[in-house]
């Protein structure tokens, strides 16, 4: 079992070993690995193991059956590793026991009973094991990643790299780009954590990614494509722009998952940090702004719709009026969408969140976006997503 939080790299870890050992196939002592991954949360019971059909009374082999009968039919020497990539579950992982013992049988309720070869593993990836009995845990072994251990800065440089080749052409711009992350990224990610509050609980590797994942929605104008080329007089004027994007970014990763109070604080302490390159106005928190990178200044949001005509077709329940709120949530939200990020939303229920996203989905988006609303509750099943 690898157990620990999100970050940690549980999923790279197992990866990078299957892959290490399938490189030294030639040794005697290695083999060929396969690994095997499924959600078992994600299914019902009867879809995991295998039911009988209510309508034909026949016998349906379930996913995880019919994995172990793949792998225990392989004759030659390849490990399989069958990876459970979800949360434990009372129900479902009682029902291992047997294959986790020395019997390392499955035994299904159909009355079959699947031996498991002496080339194949059952490993689990699981945030935490409170729902697990002492049966399971004492059968198997267990590593625990911490995403604390393994740090930020493998995430920054491994970012780093990925940044637009021109960017190169320009001397100081990536050293200056690496610096920001000193400067700003790793005080600001310690004063968050000591001094605000959290409604929805984050892992610092996430929210250093989210602030990689906004710079990469500004940096994808500068990858040369087909119909694109880059040139050096392109990268000379944005590179003026780096840092107060960075700013920016920071401020829309690192600081917006705290409280009004936190963000308040956050606004200040970032304050005190700003070369003069980034010329922050004076008044107001860091989150009122935003950076125009053609005009190279930062505008009020409200300065960046049309003043607000109500629509004399409208009825009263239909009319929404851009707020500061919405307006930077619409942008952040649009930027990230655009650049095939996910993005998360969450917040109290009557925050305007279903109002905000179909507004921005219906008026900011490229005509090539179409969106599914689907709606789910604890009820939801996989069938009907």
Known sequence: MIVGPTGGGKTCNYKTLAHAMTALKEMEQFEKVNYHIL??????????????????????????????????????????????????????????????????????????IINLTAQMTMMFEVEDLAAASPATVSRCGMVYMEPGALGNEPLVKSWLQTCPPAFKTRKQLMPNLEALFGKYM?????????NCAEPVPTVDNNIVQSLMRILDCYFADYYESELQKVTPEMVEEFEGSVEPLFVFALAWSIGCTCTLEGREKFSQKLRTMMSDKVNF?????????????TKKEWVIWTDTVPAYQVDSKLGYTEIVVPTFDSIRMQYVTALLLKEKKHVLCPGPTGTGKTVNIAMMLQNQMPEDYQYIPVTFSAQTSANQT
């Open 39 to 112: 959600n078992p949360k994600s299914i019902l019971q009867g879809q995991l193991y295998g039911d009988f059909d209510p309508a034909t009374t026949e016998w349906e082999d379930g996913i995880l059956a019919k994995i172990i009968q793949k792998c225990a039919a392989d004759e030659s020497p390849e490990k399989h590793w069958v990876m459970f990539d979800g949360p434990v579950d009372a129900i479902w992982i009682e029902n291992m026991n047997t294959v986790l013992d020395d019997n390392k049988k499955l035994c299904l309720n159909s009355g079959q």
């Open 186 to 194: 790793f005080p600001m990610l310690k004063f968050m954590r000591k």
């Open 281 to 293: 106005p004076a008044e107001g928190l860091v989150y009122d702004y935003m950076w125009n990178k």
